[in-house]
């Protein structure tokens, strides 16, 4: 059993940064899709960013985010992060953390959430203006 678990939300000014961590527990070395997904109050979930291992750690992460949101994994420490920089009042959500076992060419199968079998409780980030 996999067990993931994000610290590191918390409330930040509009252009300021927060660093987002997700430890992973349990067997994850068959895992290879590793991504952050978000999830606004009234709104669905929604797509921020992943790593794909088995292709070599190819970086996807949605144009809402690009240039501003930097994912990364740590394997030896069995840790994901997301780092928030320039974040504005639109990026405050509820932010999961996903990992999950499917290999795939596709991004688009990454983006979805259907795609990921194992899913932290999740971190509150506000952004006020």
């Known amino acids: 059993q996999v067990q993931l678990a994000e610290s590191g939300g918390g409330s930040v000014q509009a252009g300021g940064s927060l660093t987002l961590s997700c430890a992973a527990s349990?067997?994850?070395?068959?895992?290879?899709?590793w991504g952050w997904f978000r999830q606004a109050p009234g709104k669905e979930r929604e797509f921020v960013a992943t790593v794909v291992l088995w292709s070599g750690g190819k970086l996807y992460s949605s144009d809402v985010v690009k240039g501003r949101f930097t994912i990364s994994r740590d394997n030896a420490k069995n840790t994901l992060s997301l780092q928030m920089n320039n974040l504005n009042p639109e990026d405050t959500a509820v932010y999961y953390c996903?990992?999950?076992?499917?290999?795939?060419?596709?991004?688009?199968?990454?983006?979805?959430?259907?795609?990921?079998?194992?899913w932290g409780l999740g971190t509150q980030v506000t952004v006020s203006s």
């Open positions: 349990g067997s994850t070395s068959s895992l290879y899709g």
């Open positions: 996903a990992a999950g076992s499917g290999m795939s060419p596709s991004e688009d199968y990454y983006r979805r959430g259907g795609s990921y079998d194992y």
